[in-house]
């Protein structure tokens, strides 16, 4: 039996660059709220799963919501003459 390991070269080679680049780690940075606000909206989708749906679970997900509305507005509102290393030219 041969071991993908050997093959992995072939495959994907490695480099020195596999790593993020520091313009990368700032978009990420700059699209974090975005990330934790769907998070939470899917974790209080996911809770409400398996038990019938009480007011406290339409509240906690309609708040989810409205923090992921006010994230993605915040997020394609940055002022355009702020660049982020990373940004797409």
Known sequence: MKSIVALQNR????????????AELDALEVEMPLVLAEVDLLDALISQLDRPVSEFDCRRIRRARNRVLVARRDLANRPSGITVSGDAA
């Open 11 to 22: 495959v994907t080679p490695w480099s020195d660059g596999l790593e993020p680049s520091d």
